[in-house]
Structure formats: C-alpha cells, structure tokens
C-alpha cells in the first residue's frame, strides 16, 4: 500500500494529522472523561487511534490514514534547533559526515566521544521520526550525553526530503535499508568498533526502520531499540532482542503497535513473562514487561508509559519529547551494552 502514495500524498495526510495533533496535544484528555483512568484498552480493535472525545470526521480521517499503512505519522515538526547546540566535552566530535552506495547517498552526524583513543567501542545507531533531523534528535534524546559518560559512539542517518517529503524512513525501501547498513559499515571502517556490540533505535517512523533492519541485518546488529513506531511484519523467524517504548494515550500510534512488535521480535520463542511497575519521580507511572531466557537474562523489554503521548520519553524539554517519562536512552544502553552478537 505504501508504495501507491507519492510523497506529496504523504505529505498532505501526515500535514492533517499535525494539524490535528497540534489542536488536541496541549490537555486532550480533560476533554475526554472517559480517559480519566486511562484509554479503553478493551475498544482497541475498534479503530487505530483513540477517539479523544473528537468530533467524528477528525476521528474518520486518523482511522483512514491508520489504514492506509502510511509511515511516519509522528505529528511532530522538528526545524533546526530554537537554541544552540550543547557544548562538547573537550575533545569530542560532532561530525557532518556522507556515505554513498548505488542507491543513493545519505548525510550523518556521528558522535565521536572524548573518550576514545583508538580502542573498540560499541556503536549505536539512531534513526529520527520523520521532519525530524540529526541535530534536534540528537539534544532530545541526550543520547550524546549517554555516549560520553559511557564511551561509544553514536551514528545519525539524516533521511533526505528528496526520498521523502516529509522526511520519514521508509521501511519498505530497500534503498533506505541499504543505506542505514552502509552508513553503519562505514564508521565500522573508519573507527575502531567491536563488530559484536552493534545496535539500532529509531523514534516512530525511525523506530520501524530500526526494527527491520535488526532483522533483516542481524548479523550486523545485536540488538534494537524501538519509540512509539508501527509494527511492521517481518520475513525473520528469528529472535531479535528488542527493547520498546511506547505511550498508551498516543494518539498517531495506537499502543497495540508495542504488542504486535513485541510479538514478532519474540518470534515464537519460549521466555518467562514479568510484569513490572514503577514511577517516575515527579513524573508518570509505567509498567514493563521482561521477556527473560532460561537463564534469568532479559531478551525483550516493553515499556508501556501511562498517560504519555507520541514522544520520546525521557527526553530534553522542547524537542518533541516526553520528559515525564522514564530515561528511554538510558534504559536502551543499559539494554545494549548488555548483550553482544557473541550471545
């Protein structure tokens, strides 16, 4: 279905439910008694989005483009930052890079931290939402924070708007995905990095292209970090250790899209189920639900976040972000750093 759509198409559906998002964003859920306690989960079948008390032709027109399989529909514009970039610690890199193949060519940034000396570190690459850009993704999700105080480096592919109007990582794109897996061989060539400890994340549309490509690529990469993005099926019958994130009052992305991808990662595997709660001082309640192995290892994570939208959670404040949330980076490299291709 996504290949019918032209990317002006595309652009005019995810413009609608921007426009829409942005109206019913800012306090959504005091319009809507029925979400005191949180959405139907029991009325999900009935439609890919939850009404918010919205008149119906709003709800018709978010039913349609769910339908449609359209990716990307993150609701969020993401220009270059409103403020200046972080200061890098001394001697860290920031880097505009490109890597070409016979499908194209894509610009990254790469994080190089200042505490790399040649010796092999782990590499995490990260996929943006769509309208989203490397240097708005990067301060959102403090990723480049994590990688100094832990020491790897982290790769941004920069979808171009020449492929997509709008920006999104089209998953259905064997193009795109030869590109991610280029760009991520590249620093592996130009950088000492441990060919064991290689993941992937991506937020929304990212978050999808993140997940096909574990399973598609995965013996390139160990494991992967999914946000808030549409479940995809895959051709893989493999077990792709996943670590999810998604908000159970998104409105762009229906929650039972962390079921579903949760069910493919898991690839009818046996593992033992624990179900987790917590709270975020000062901010929102989750639960997380641990698929473990025999031996007590976690293989798969599913972070379902109370009361939170399409966002990043845990992010820097003003870049599309939940910051209410538990820390997803920070979890998402707890999770990596764990595991290696060797296991």
């Not at 139907?40 to 439609?47: I, L, S, V």
């Not at 708007?161 to 193009?175: D, E, G, P, Y």
């Not at 099926?233 to 579903?260: A, C, E, M, Q, Y």
Request: aromatic share 8%; glycine share 10%; proline share 8%.
């Amino acid at each position: 279905m996504i290949g019918k759509w032209s990317p002006t198409q595309v652009a005019r559906l995810v413009g609608a439910a921007n426009d829409i998002a942005d109206r019913w964003r800012s306090d959504p859920f005091q319009r809507s008694p029925q979400f005191t306690d949180g959405p139907p989960r029991g009325r999900e079948t009935e439609a890919p989005w939850p009404s918010l008390g919205m008149p119906e032709p709003v709800r018709d027109l978010l039913d349609r483009i769910g339908q449609l399989g359209v990716p990307g529909l993150d609701g969020f514009n993401d220009p270059a930052p409103s403020h200046a970039p972080d200061p890098l610690r001394h001697g860290a890199r920031f880097e505009t890079r490109s890597y070409a193949n016979e499908a194209g060519s894509r610009v990254y940034k790469l994080y190089i931290p200042s505490g790399y000396s040649g010796q092999a570190l782990p590499l995490v690459v990260m996929l943006h939402g769509c309208t989203q850009v490397p240097d708005g993704f990067a301060p959102g999700t403090q990723m480049n924070a994590l990688a100094e105080e832990q020491t790897f480096l982290v790769a941004y592919p920069a979808q171009s708007s020449a492929a997509n109007a709008m920006k999104c990582w089209t998953w259905s794109s064997a193009a795109d995905r030869s590109l991610v897996a280029g760009i991520t061989r590249q620093v592996m060539r130009e950088f000492l990095v441990d060919p064991e400890r290689v993941y992937i994340a991506g937020f929304s549309a990212g978050g999808t292209m993140a997940a096909i490509m574990a399973s598609e690529y995965s013996g390139l990469y160990a494991a992967v970090g999914v946000h808030s993005g549409p479940a995809c099926k895959s051709s893989s019958r493999k077990l792709v250790p996943t670590i999810l994130f998604h908000g159970d009052r998104d409105i762009l992305v229906h929650p039972t899209n962390g079921d579903k991808q949760i069910a493919r990662s898991k690839a009818g595997a046996a593992l033992e189920t624990i179900v987790k709660g917590g709270q975020v001082p000062g901010g929102v309640a989750y639960t997380c639900t641990i698929y473990a192995d025999r031996e007590g290892h976690s293989v798969l994570e599913h972070w379902l976040l109370h009361g939170l939208g399409h966002g990043w959670s845990g992010g820097a404040p003003h870049f599309h972000t939940e910051p209410r949330g538990p820390d997803a980076s920070r979890e998402m490299v707890r999770f990596f750093l764990a595991r290696s291709r060797r296991e």
